[in-house]
Nanobody, 126 residues
C-alpha cells in the first residue's frame, strides 16, 4: 500500500510562482514512478509532469514545459512540483500519483496509476 498527501496549494496572481509537495509512505519510495495531474470541473484529468524512480528522467506536456519542474528526494520520500509563470488556465485541483517503476503503460495516462493523493487546489488570478 502507498499513501500520498499533497500540500502547498493556494491563490497566486498570474505570472507568479507556487510550489507543491507530495509526501509518500507505506512502500519503498525509490521503487515508484511519481507524477502530477490536474483537473477542473467538467474536464478530464490532465497530465502535468512525471519523474522516474531514480529521478533521472522527467516528462512534461507542451502546456507546462519550460514553466513547471518536477523533482524528487528519495531520502525524504517526497516529490515536488515547482510552478513558475503561472497562468489563469493553470487553475485546477492538482493530484499526486504513483505507480510501480516496472509498469510500462503510457506515463501520461491517469488510468495507468493506482495510487493517488487527495488533491490540493491551485487558483491563479488574472
Amino acid at each position: 500500500q502507498v499513501q500520498l498527501v499533497e500540500s502547498g496549494g493556494g491563490l497566486v496572481q498570474a505570472g507568479g510562482s507556487l510550489s507543491l509537495s507530495c509526501a509518500a509512505s507505506g512502500q519503498t519510495f525509490s521503487d515508484l514512478t511519481m507524477a502530477w495531474f490536474r483537473q477542473t470541473p467538467g474536464q478530464e484529468r490532465e497530465f502535468v509532469a512525471a519523474i522516474s524512480y531514480s529521478g533521472s528522467n522527467t516528462y512534461y506536456p507542451d502546456s507546462v514545459k519550460g514553466r513547471f519542474t518536477i523533482s524528487r528526494d528519495n531520502a525524504e520520500n517526497t516529490v515536488h512540483l515547482q510552478m513558475n509563470s503561472l497562468k489563469p488556465e493553470d487553475t485546477a485541483v492538482y493530484y499526486c500519483a504513483a505507480r510501480a517503476a516496472y509498469y510500462s503503460g503510457d506515463i501520461a495516462t491517469p488510468f495507468m496509476y493506482n495510487f493517488w493523493g487527495q488533491g490540493t487546489q491551485v487558483t491563479v488570478s488574472s
